[in-house]
């Protein structure tokens, strides 16, 4: 075999075990994010949709900090998008201690669902959204610094 197939072989096995170690990572990420209780944002613990509705699968999860503000998303894959955003909605109200910030007509898909709340560090506020379809659900935590007031 010449040298420089030799190597061009090499190369390709490095690369496609680079992605192998990366999808395993990520695999892992992804199903200790649906295994999880809860969503932790610095000392705010908000429950997960697994806590409140039960395990759901989760196709995407991920985090980020941006000009002082912090991420995390996570989407679901379900059958049962509506009845779970109603549950999810109604926990986040109650005992979540969250407000919708927007009306919310689970009626119109595709859609979006906002709500807010005081974070339990000073002078942060958490915000959430979910957008979803018939088929899926992607929760968004925002945390980063305001203040939140109902009129």
Do not use: W
């Amino acid at each position: 075999m010449k040298k420089g197939l030799k190597v061009f072989l090499i190369v390709i096995a490095c690369i496609v075990g680079l992605f192998v170690v990366v999808s395993i990572i990520a695999s892992i990420a992804t199903n200790k994010a649906a295994n999880a209780d809860e969503y932790k944002l610095g000392d705010d613990v908000i429950k997960s949709v697994k806590a409140v509705v039960g395990e759901r699968d989760v196709t995407a999860v991920s985090t980020s900090t941006k000009n002082g503000v912090k991420t995390k998303s996570y989407t679901y894959k379900s059958s049962s998008v509506q009845e779970d955003l109603v549950s999810y909605v109604e926990y986040l109200r109650g005992e979540g201690g969250f407000s919708l910030t927007a009306d919310m007509d689970l009626s119109h898909v595709p859609g979006t669902v906002q709500l807010a709340k005081e974070s339990a560090e000073e002078g942060q506020v958490i915000l959430l959204y979910i957008e979803y379809t018939n088929f899926d659900y992607a929760l968004t935590l925002q945390k980063g610094e305001g203040t939140f007031t109902l009129n």
